[in-house]
């Protein structure tokens, strides 16, 4: 055994590891600024290297964050946004594209010089920690309520439950989302690999932290991995992974999947004119409780205790006809019993008061307009928040075509900075003092944000949420940004696509991730995905070379 352990510890020593990207990684990931500002400065200090070699033909970087950066600038000019708080507000959002750019430079670097089987090492490494971290994780929900299952337990206000996948945040402390991006980008990466263990572990994570989003887009990838680029034991693994996740949504965490169902539900409502309506009345209490609302249930509990009592008195006065007496002593009629919902539950157990957070956002609403929700009213009661995000940029365009061409200006529409120079900690700090908020984006996205996320926790999700990198490159940067992501980002890498294996699936995870979040400004998956797509096209740059 000690010999074995030795082995292990000798083959990642520090030769077939390169521990200053590891370090990089671990510390750029971390959902803090100001850490990721600390990877970006240790790791120039130790490897000092500023020959960025941005070129308009065979650039080596990407020209789009450059190309963005120069319609930051213009729109400032062009629309004179002068005033102190705007112009910090802009350099910030500047700052942010630049830390992308260090970003890239640094792993494309690392990719550049060191030998493909260290390059593999480090990234096994770092996936390994990840799911040590989140391991981590899991082990706190089950100190703080004990074995068993967390997304069954619903006590301490279902602070766990359907919510526990929220909790599993892994190495960078972000959202869960952004773990169960890293963890779908490890189960593509070591299927590619063939290392089917890891492909389970990283599997398994992702499970873990419920993202049903990225579950989706996962069962897309493994339906065209599986009909065209994979052997009969990838197949079989993802076969497996698919199995596990059938199976996690029906034993470990049945209200996922009903939550799945009942927002399908509520989204894509049947319409179908060919199905007859049953005419007749069921009665509340024969109606079961996974389709009644939290008042219906209430009311079912009411019509319970009615009817408990007409059946206590119709006995009694049935008990006084057959005995021939005029009363009953009050001993003898029993407490009549109600039927009760479990103490576990959510009648007993959801708290419904507003958070202090929630009461800040609705404070800062109305401190601001009469009826600041107007436009989000405009669309139908169920419509998910995201949707009605992409409404809402459709209609300020049309008002506004002057700003289709370059945007309305970093910041101002839809971003994490206009969330950030609001002042009110929701994506992180920024200077009461500095603070700016734009009118378009206050009257658009984030209404829309501080009308589903001032409700109870179950519209606390990302179909509500109006983040998104598309919808924030048309809105801020126009055309001419979306063009720049199309041309200059997309079609940086793709011109790479002959000499891609894993590297095409990982960015259609990557591409439809882009719909749910600001990931350029996250500054977390997207640099992984920059570091681990560089190493396949330098993999198959090596074979094709040998050929």
């Known amino acids: ?293 939290p008042d219906e249930k209430n009311e079912k509990i009411a019509q319970l205790y009615m009817d408990s009592l007409d059946r206590e008195r119709l006995a009694k006065e049935q008990l006084l006809k057959q005995e021939g007496i005029k009363d009953l002593p009050d001993a003898f009629v029993e407490r009549p019993e109600i039927e009760m919902p479990s103490i576990h539950s959510a009648p007993f157990q959801s708290k419904k008061d507003k958070t202090a957070f929630q009461q800040q956002l609705l404070t800062f609403m109305y401190s601001r307009s009469k009826d600041p929700f107007m436009l989000v009213k405009k669309y139908p009661e169920r419509a998910p928040g995201k949707l009605v995000a992409f409404y809402q940029l459709a209609a300020f365009l049309e008002d506004h075509p002057n700003k289709i061409i370059t945007g309305d200006g970093t910041g101002n529409f839809s971003s994490k900075l206009a969330f950030k120079t609001t002042g009110l900690n929701i994506v992180g700090s920024y200077p009461a003092k500095y603070m700016y908020v734009g009118n378009d984006f206050f009257a658009n996205h984030f209404a829309v944000y501080a009308s589903f996320f001032t409700k109870s926790a179950d519209a606390h999700s990302i179909v509500n949420n109006p983040a998104s990198v598309y919808g924030q490159l048309l809105s801020e940067y126009g055309l001419v940004g979306l063009a720049a992501f199309l041309f200059f980002y997309i079609g940086y890498f793709y011109r790479h696509r002959k000499k891609l294996s894993y590297g095409l699936p990982l960015f259609f995870i990557l591409l439809s991730a882009f719909f749910v979040e600001y990931w350029f400004e996250q500054l977390s998956i997207v640099v992984l995905f920059e570091l681990m797509i560089f190493i396949d096209i330098k993999q198959h740059a090596k074979t094709e070379e040998r050929e």
């Open 1 to 293: 055994m000690n010999t074995r352990l030795s082995a292990f510890f000798l083959k990642y020593n520090r030769k077939t590891i390169e521990w200053r990207l590891l370090f990089f990684l671990l510390l750029f990931m971390d959902v803090k600024l100001v850490v990721k500002i600390g990877a970006l400065v240790i790791i120039y200090i130790l490897n000092p290297d500023f020959r960025f070699g941005f070129k308009i033909k065979n650039t080596r970087l990407p020209l789009f964050y450059l190309i963005v950066i120069g319609i930051a600038i213009i729109n400032w000019l062009l629309y004179r946004y002068f005033t102190l708080n705007y112009s910090l507000s802009l350099l910030t959002g500047i700052f942010f594209w630049t830390l992308c750019i260090l970003a890239i430079h640094q792993v494309k670097t690392f990719v550049d010089k060191k030998e493909i089987n260290i390059l593999h090492n480090t990234l096994l490494l770092f996936f390994i920690i990840n799911i040590v971290c989140s391991l981590l994780n899991v082990t706190m929900i089950l100190f703080e309520i004990g074995i068993q299952n967390p997304f069954l337990y619903q006590g301490n206000y279902q602070k766990y439950f359907i919510n526990t996948g929220d909790y599993i945040k892994g190495i960078s402390f972000d959202t869960s989302t952004a773990n169960a991006l890293i963890n779908a980008f490890g189960v593509i990466y070591f299927l590619s690999q063939r290392k089917y263990l890891m492909v389970i572990a990283c599997m398994c994570i992702l499970l873990l932290t419920a993202s049903n989003f990225t579950n989706i887009i996962l069962v897309g990838t493994f339906c065209y991995l599986f009909i065209f680029r994979s052997n009969k034991e990838q197949k079989s693994v993802m076969i497996i992974c698919l199995i596990f996740l059938i199976t996690f949504l029906a034993k470990f965490s049945p209200q996922n999947d009903k939550y799945i169902v009942e927002k399908f539900n509520d989204y894509f409502p049947s319409n179908n004119p060919h199905v007859k309506k049953d005419s007749k009345v069921v009665r509340i209490t024969d109606k079961p409780d996974s389709i009644l609302s």
